[in-house]
């Protein structure tokens, strides 16, 4: 056995940590979740340091936050001159396998399912993932003929089955493969579910019937009108209102359907005998609002869209059914991993190292987690752009636009329905969180710029370049 301990990484798309059943949703049907959270660490204050699908991708695989990396909205391709967490994989003597969704790689806004957008090629698009790779860019339809992936050719692989379903079956014959091996072993698996569309066609009716008794209502802080700072992705009309309850009950039939996906991938790890010495990590990319604050979906810093499921399992390392509630983020997860994994980080890595506090073991950890908006969900569009700082108690945010400042205390308002930041008793508070926030941007060169900043100065025809202008737009004073 390799004294190299073996990660398995599965993360969702979209689900919110507070649809799951061990945060307390009694309408969740998720066991295998919950007893995983029972063997775990429970991460319960990680969050989403970029709620969109792409941006926290890339933060995810290069450890450096989005003005970092460039990758400010969906459908732009990521630059692949990046130390990312799968190089130091390989050059530690790991077998990698990635599995499902990409989302790093087309620089065509729609058109998402022509292989010159699906097919990630072979080589540095694939960020040091260069062994088994079965992915697709994007694409959120989980049945035939939009369920697909690709291996080494544009040529599309269709599932036979619910996409979820048979992603998980390739993670299986993967680990029953590398559980063979003389390496030890690196499983990311990214699953599409529970990410719209919300229709009874997207997800298996026998999931579906579950809830079929199940009332859903509007969440406490829904608002009837549209966010003014949302971008068109988060607004919604009066007839998605009318829907919003129905959305919900799909979004739990396909978490539902995930959780015995990962019911599934966690006996085949005991079965394989790989228990022992696997890190499995189950976590999502980031959450979704269904009305709540007048918004439809993510790209935003409230609760629902930042707060995620984040659990390790590390047998005989991590007491299980702990908390850690250490404000850790997207950033910190390839420097904690590469740690615990016995692996060097590079030194260009902008998170910070939290294997101490997971492990119980003390030591730094951050003093609160830098959250970013750049702009439109997928589209170079001004004003939309935000900066968040959140704490074990407070979220402070101010939007580009109009400088709005808003402050939350999550303990006392977890629906955040009371802006405190023009209340003099909490004054110190707020300036406290501005002064914390600005160090951490100036830290990491984040100037709060206009997403077209970075359509002018970073990008080419939605091609990320390799070098950038310096910044000099609009700074936080």
Known sequence: MSKHPNLVYVFADQLRLSSCGYSGDQKAKTPNIDRLAAESVDLCNAVSGHPVCAPYRATLFTGKYTTSTGMVINEIRMNPDHRCIAHELHDG?????????????ANEWGNHEDSKNSYIPAGPDRLGFDDFFAAYNFHHEYYKP???YHLNSPEKIFFD?????????LAIEQLERLSKGEKPFALFLSLGTPHDPWVPENVPPEYLEKFKDVEFSLPPNYLPDNDPHAD???KLSEKERAELTEWIRVYYAMTANLDDNIGRLMQAVDDLDLRE?????????????FGAHGRRAKNIFYEEAVRVPFLIRWPGHIQPG????????????????????????????EGMDVSGPILGKGGQEPDGALMMGTGATADWRDGNEWRAFRTKQYTYAIFRSDRQELL???LSDPYQMHNLADDPSYQNVLEELQSRMKAHMDLVNDHFDACTYYRDHWTRDRLILKTATLHTDLKLD
């Open 93 to 105: 003597g790991y077998e990698t396998a990635y599995i499902g969704k990409w989302h790093l790689y």
């Open 146 to 148: 939009h369920a697909y």
């Open 161 to 169: 089955k619910y996409e979820p379903d048979g992603q998980t079956d």
């Open 232 to 234: 068109d992705w988060a």
């Open 277 to 289: 010495n696997t890190i499995f990590v189950f976590t999502s990319d980031h959450g979704e609002l």
């Open 322 to 349: 702990t908390k850690c509630d250490a404000c850790v983020n997207t950033v910190d997860l390839m420097p904690t991993l590469l740690s615990m994994l016995d692996l060097p980080c590079p030194k260009e890595v």
């Open 408 to 410: 939350f205390d999550n």
